[in-house]
């Protein structure tokens, strides 16, 4: 099963921007689909984007399509989120998790992104 660590979180100003990194180690990685949740304080988790197996499909929630992007590197076993023009209510912990035939195998820890106004 495949491990995953989040890292790139922190607190930004309004407008400002974050590249989070989901790293894999285990199995092979580009066997997954790789999907970014968040979780507000007293929300659910909401899905954010996701990534195919090979990096050429990428899916955004609409609130942030146009200032997010998922991108990949299987050499590197590495996922990454660039955040651009953040905004308060993107604060939340974000999550990434491995997808294969339709089940989530793994999640990683989360790391907090705090957007200040």
């Known amino acids: 099963q495949v491990q995953l660590v989040e890292s790139g979180g922190g607190l930004v100003q309004a407008g400002g921007s974050l590249r989070l990194s989901c790293a894999a180690s285990g199995r092979t990685f580009s066997k997954y689909a790789v999907d970014w949740f968040r979780q507000a304080p007293g929300k659910e988790r909401e899905f954010v984007c996701s990534?195919?197996?090979?990096?050429?499909?990428?899916i955004y929630t609409n609130s942030v399509k146009g200032r997010f992007t998922i991108s990949r590197d299987n050499a590197k076993n590495t996922v990454y989120l660039q955040m651009n023009n953040l905004k308060p209510e993107d604060t939340a912990v974000y999550y990434c998790a491995a997808e294969a035939g339709g089940l989530y195998e793994s999640w990683g820890q989360g790391t907090q992104v705090t957007v200040s106004s």
């Open positions: 990534i195919s197996r090979s990096g050429e499909s990428t």
